[in-house]
Structure formats: C-alpha cells, structure tokens
C-alpha cells in the first residue's frame, strides 16, 4: 500500500463522509506547487477554492504568521490586540468601509450581515420588515441561515425546517425584483460573480436595478465577496467592476492567505447596529488569521499587484481561445468558469490530477481560481496540460 493509500484508509475510518474528495493526500505546498504524500507534485489552479490566495507558505506571509503565534496566539474578544487594530484599519481604509466585524468563515461573515440586515431595519422600522431577497442559483454557506438564503433548491432538503424570511429572485430578472421588492423586505444580498452556481457574472443593469430600487426604499444591499472579494477578479472588490459600494460586503476565502477568518464590512450607516452583546465569536479576529490577513492585503490592495491580475487573467483567456473544446469562458479575473462543448468537467479535472495538475469544476464548467501570485510561465504551464487533455 503506497503512503497515500495508508492515509486514505485511516482518514475514511473516522472522518465523516461529508465531502466527495479526489483520492489525493497533499503533504506540503511551495509557492503554486502542491506536492502528495508519494512526491508527485501539481500545479495548483484552485488555490484551496480561492483561500491561498498568495499561494502555498508564501516567505512573508509564515514569517508574520510564525512571530505572531509565538507571541500571542489567541485573546478573548474581552480585550484588545494591535494586530488585530491593524487588520481592521487596513481592511477599512484600502475597502472604503467604516467598520468590520470578524469571524472565521464565509457562513459566519454571511450569518453577521443578515443580523445586521435585519436589526437595523427593526431598529428604524419595527418589527415585520425582514426579508432578505437573495438570488437563484446563489450561495451564501452550509449553516441553516445561510443556507436558507442560498437560492438553489438542491441545497433544501434533509435539515428542515429552514429559515422564514428568504425570497428568491431570479438573477438578471428586473421584472422579478420589482415584484419581489415588497416592504417586508430589507436587503438584497447577492454574487457579482456567482461561484458555486457556475461562475455566473451579473449584468450591469440588473445590478444598476437593484442598487437604484433599493436606494429608493432604504432597502440595504448585501453584497457577498467571500469568492470575488480580496482581488481574485483583478480588483480589490469584485463591486469596483460595477462601480457600485454596496451597504454590506462578506469577505472570506482568501483574506488571510489560507488562515480561517470571515469579516463583515459596513458602510457608516450601520456602524453602530451592532452593540455589546448583540454578535459574538470565540476564535473571531484571531491574531495569528490577522497577522497573516495584513500581509495579504499587503501584497493585493495596491494597483499594480491587481494590474498583473488582469493580465495574468488576459493570458488565461486568451490561450483558452484557441482551444476548440472551449465552448465559453465566464467569471472575471483569476475567477474564471469555462463551458465544454462535449467532455465532463468532472472528467476534465480527474484527468488534470492524473498529469499533475489541480482545478475545480462549479456545475457543469471547469473552474480555476489559481492563487492571485501565479506566474505567467506556471499558468502556461498549467494551461497546456489543461489544453491538452481538453482536446484529446
Ligand atoms: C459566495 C460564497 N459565500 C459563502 C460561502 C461560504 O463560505 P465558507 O465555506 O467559508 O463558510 C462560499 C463558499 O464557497 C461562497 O463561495
């Protein structure tokens, strides 16, 4: 039995079978390059869903890391950190946001941004006005708030009952929006780029809609960056392609460089919804998440960093162009969807492993999110086989 295989077994006997995992055991990254227990090693297109954002043990980003769990690994959220005062600063100043709120994941920064929705529309406007629109085919997280407002039926079933106050409105559908928008409602929570729903953008009028509508009845609007956010689309904010701000953004994945940390961000409105007792998390604005947080928006909060992602994103394009399988490219960025003419995205991406090679697949397409420090010379490397099995 090879190493990985020993591992596969001993992982399977007591590890819950809630995942369809890849018989793949990684044992150390470097750079954009994974490497299994065997020694076999892979180009890295999915960058832990979108998480390892400056790629594997990036020198600075295990150095900050390091210094801060030697010095203070975790304090309670009864007291103060520097590091986590910078963080927040950081975050705040590069987004354009007042206030931030920290937890440690997508769901979690989602769960704060419909508490938030709902309390400062009671607060201004009693009770009965709190539903929150969110879009079909969208998804917001795996806890029952979360996954109440994510708008695939797929996701409905065996935990029920899910939560009252969700309406879903199908994407792109201004007509839909309108008679939805009733007044019980109090946020729009949407993906400019639909992730797991297939890397769906958005169109800019039906974005222009909901930011015009909702501006005209103090509706909030949520909008979910958790994949778009931390310059995976080639800006900071996936918002900055549609030159819109919205009221609420959820940031996660990427944000600290593979480290568990979710943040909730707030327009000045709503920076004083939230009061002492109202949220709450334990392990929220980690100090060690936050060291490595501030040097990931270090490296990605300045233009010419999110400049070589929009050409790193032209190349990626551009070479799929030429593939006669490549039926369409969607997403934005290093955030990109591609549709087959006739294999299985699934197929695709076992074979990708197979010839060292790591991407995802969001329903029917093949995904990759590759880490946002990619260089030209590995993505063409990485792209070639990727061609390569396409058009066999
Ligand atoms: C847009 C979006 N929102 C929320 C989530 C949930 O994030 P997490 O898995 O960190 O809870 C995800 C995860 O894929 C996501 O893509």
Redesign the pocket.
């Known amino acids: 039995m090879s190493k990985s295989e020993n591992v596969i077994k001993k992982f399977d006997n007591s590890v819950m079978h809630s995942y369809g995992r890849y018989p793949l055991v990684l044992e150390h990254g470097e750079g954009r390059t994974a490497c299994d227990e065997d020694g076999k090693r892979y180009i890295d297109f999915g960058s832990g ?2 998480t390892n954002s400056l790629g594997y043990c990036d020198e600075e980003w295990a150095d900050a890391v390091c210094a801060q769990v030697r010095k203070l690994q975790h304090n309670s959220n009864y007291y103060y950190t520097s590091v986590q005062a910078d963080f927040a600063e950081t975050l705040c100043k590069s987004t354009g946001y007042s206030k931030v709120f920290f937890g ?7 769960e704060c941004a419909i508490k938030i929705a709902r309390k400062y529309s009671f607060d201004k406007y009693g009770k009965g006005r709190h539903t929150i629109i969110t879009l079909v085919n ?6 029952i708030a ?1 996954l109440s407002a994510t708008g695939q039926e797929v996701f409905h079933n065996y935990f029920f009952p899910f939560l009252d106050g969700f309406v879903n409105v199908t994407a792109n559908d201004i007509d839909d929006l309108k008679a939805k928008l009733d007044d019980t409602v109090c946020a729009v929570m949407l ?1 400019y780029i ?3 729903g297939g890397v769906n953008s958005l169109d800019q009028e039906f974005v222009d809609a909901v930011y015009e509508l909702c501006g005209q009845k103090d509706v909030l609007v949520i909008a ?5 956010g931390v310059g995976r689309t080639g800006k900071l904010l996936a918002g900055d392609w549609f030159g819109k701000k919205a009221d609420i953004t ?1 940031l ?2 990427g944000i600290a460089g593979g480290l ?1 940390m ?1 943040a909730c961000l707030v327009n000045e409105k709503l920076s004083q919804v939230l009061t002492p007792g109202t949220h709450g998390s334990t392990f929220g604005g980690n100090p060690v998440s936050c060291a490595g947080g501030l040097v990931v928006f270090g490296r990605v909060a300045n233009e010419s960093f999110l400049s070589g992602v929009q050409a790193k994103a032209a190349m990626i394009r551009e070479k799929l162009s030429t593939c006669n399988e490549v039926a369409g490219v969607s997403g934005i960025g290093l955030m990109v969807g591609i549709s087959l003419k006739t294999k299985k995205a699934g197929d695709v991406a076992k074979e990708a492993l197979n010839r060292g090679l790591l991407v995802l697949t969001a329903k029917e397409k093949v995904r990759l999110l590759p880490p946002l420090t990619i260089t030209e010379s590995e993505l063409s490397e990485g792209l070639d086989i990727l061609i390569g099995i396409l058009e066999e």
């Open positions: 869903i979108g440690n994941s997508g769901a979690e920064a989602n969208s998804f917001h997280g795996r806890t979360t993906e639909q992730g797991e979910d960056e958790i994949q778009t959820t996660a994945k568990p979710g």
